[in-house]
């Protein structure tokens, strides 16, 4: 057990006496010392040189040629699992005995009292060295390194990309020190560093050899959203998305995984052949080349929708062969609107063929077409004279647009709403979205139009109103609508009339207002221009004048007697006379 190569045998010691066990002389004392003067000389707090006797999974053992052996836990050599019976270790004597008489010796504590030289000198001799990783931390890893703990940057750990960290702790793995920081005594370590300049012989090497078209496998190394890396053995080259599938491709994790091989064939790179364009699409045949052959113009078709834009949908028939429904295919409608009303991505649609080139590889598809166009028996459902229901669509300054059903549009004119009502603006009269009830006036096949009125549900009351208003009648109306030129009265027995503001004076001088409801007599009755011309003076001036005629025929003069010109008591001159009968004509004409 213990190291025998420096004992010197005691120079008075009779080997004979002892082993025939005759010397009885010997004192306890003096067997102590000769065992003693065997051993080697330790003191406390020094490094020394042991030798491994026994490692298991707790503890290892050390004899340093002391009269007992010490014992390390066997965590201080997680550094080296390589370590065996036989290995020389470091050791730092903690105690020469304790309470139990063990020597306490500790690996770590000698490591580290060599260990910033030891790691500078790996510095200084570019000298590869094993670590042990203890841990994560924030950007890498801490690693065991002669007993000090230095960073290993994430990104040194290998020159792949990591994923997961995780699976490295716990590990030993070899380094090389690649910064130090004397004031703060941090260590940063590098594995990246020992597998780079191979790589780069590696790298030259199929970089020399890269041709276009050549097909090469590799491994995915990183997924993008615009793309897949791949390595193809030291050299990275990108799969750009569009070169993943013929077909649309919008998360190339639906094409690949990380770590699969693949074949990819080599589209392009730059002089320096530094960036690599590769494909993976290229490597099968392109679909249009195997499409159907007997599929023609006409043919119905199903698919799902890939893309979609204002103007249209992108329908995928099959992985890599598109066709484009326009948005004037989706209706038989002629008001363009955008195609998200009519589909959505990832719809399954059904389709006619419209056009197909298989040597632009295009194809042109309609919707539409597989529903009847209306207008082809539109004089069958919509009739001239026929009754419907519309859907207000917009206003225009001299009507309102409305659809009667898909495709299918109608105008009814600003002067078709009411046979009463004038209308300034169709805004007054309904709302867009609303329900209105028409009447089919006039088809016009060629222009898909159809021309729809609203008044013509009932009967013309100007027919009516043509016996009633009669010039001279006198009815009840209310002033709705006051103007510089005159007045709107709504009439009681129905319509509208007008009166100018010298119609509107009342009898006592004051002008009628709005609101307010008066007698009025009718002037003037125009039909086919829908004119009612009213007066309320005339209701009270009138007989007011019938009055005058009355008394004045009781003053008349005898026939025998001469009339005074100039007869003061008749109340009347000649000029009075002339003035009355001018403004009797005036209102025999109307005005």
């Not at 699969?260 to 699409?281: C, H, S, T, Y």
């Not at 539109?378 to 059903?405: C, D, Q």
């Not at 088809?443 to 021309?451: A, G, P, Q, V």
């Amino acid at each position: 057990m213990s190291d025998l190569k420096n004992v010197q045998p005691l120079a008075e010691f009779d080997w004979d006496e002892f082993e025939n066990g005759t010397n009885v002389n010997l004192s306890k004392e003096e067997l102590t010392k000769a065992y003693d003067e065997t051993l080697n000389k330790v003191s406390e707090h020094q490094v020394t040189e042991g030798t491994v006797i026994s490692v298991d999974k707790k503890e290892v053992i050390v004899n340093i040629g002391y009269k007992s052996d010490g014992i390390i836990p066997a965590s201080e050599f997680r550094y080296n699992p390589d370590l065996k019976v036989g290995d020389k270790v470091e050791v730092y004597v903690e105690n020469q005995e304790d309470k139990k008489g063990q020597l306490l010796l500790s690996h770590k504590k000698a490591r580290l009292s060599k260990s910033w030289e030891r790691v500078n000198a790996a510095l200084d001799n570019e000298e590869i060295i094993q670590g042990y990783i203890k841990c994560r931390t924030k950007g890498g890893m801490i690693v065991d390194v002669f007993g000090i703990e230095a960073f290993l940057p994430g990104s040194q750990i290998d020159v792949h990309p990591i994923r997961d960290y995780d699976v490295f702790v716990g590990k030993t793995m070899e380094f090389k020190v690649v910064k130090i920081n004397q004031e703060f005594r941090n260590v940063v370590v590098s594995h990246k560093a020992l597998i780079e300049a191979e790589l780069e012989q590696q790298k030259k090497e199929i970089i020399s050899k890269l041709e276009k078209g050549q097909i090469l496998e590799g491994t995915v190394k990183n997924i993008t959203s615009y793309g897949v890396f791949v390595d193809l053995g030291g050299v990275d080259g990108l799969i750009h998305i569009t070169d993943l599938s013929w077909g649309r491709v919008s998360d190339p994790h639906e094409v690949v995984t990380l770590d699969q091989k693949i074949n990819v064939v080599i589209l392009d790179f730059d002089d320096e052949k530094k960036r690599i364009a590769l494909g993976l699409k290229q490597l099968t045949p392109h679909p249009w080349d195997a499409l159907d052959s007997e599929l023609k113009v006409g043919d119905h078709v199903k698919g799902k929708v890939v893309v979609i834009a204002d103007y249209g949908a992108f329908v995928e028939i099959a992985p890599g062969v598109e066709g484009l429904i326009h948005v004037s295919e989706m209706s038989w409608s002629q008001h363009l609107r955008s195609a998200q009303e009519f589909m959505h991505v990832g719809d399954e649609v059904e389709a006619v063929i419209l056009t197909l080139d298989r040597d632009e590889r295009k194809m042109s598809l309609g919707i539409k077409q597989l529903k009847e166009d209306p207008w082809e028996t539109i004089e069958v459902k919509y009739p001239v004279g026929s009754k419907h229901t519309a859907k207000v669509r917009n206003f225009t300054n001299f009507g309102i647009f409305v659809e009667l059903e898909e495709g299918v549009d109608g105008l009814i004119h600003i002067s078709d709403l009411s046979w009463t009502k004038k209308v300034k603006h169709p805004s007054e009269f309904t709302q867009v979205g609303e329900a209105v009830d028409v009447v089919v006036l006039e088809i016009d096949k060629e222009n898909r139009r159809l021309s729809l009125g609203h008044k013509q549900l009932e009967d013309n009351p100007w027919d009516t109103y043509e016996t009633l208003y009669t010039p001279g009648s006198v009815h009840k109306g209310k002033i709705t609508e006051m103007m510089d030129k005159g007045a709107v009265i709504a009439l009681n027995e129905g319509g509208e009339g007008f009166a100018t503001p010298k119609h509107l004076a009342k009898e006592d001088g004051t002008q009628a207002q709005l609101g307010e409801e008066l007698e009025f007599k009718v002037i003037e009755f125009v039909k086919d221009t829908k004119r009612i011309i009213l007066s309320h003076s005339r209701t009270f001036e009138e007989a007011k004048e019938e009055a005058k005629k009355a008394a004045r025929s009781k003053r008349a003069p005898k026939k025998e007697e001469a009339p005074a010109i100039n007869n003061v008591a008749a109340g009347t001159t000649l000029g009075d006379l002339d003035a009355l009968a001018e403004l009797k004509a005036k209102l025999e004409k109307g005005e």
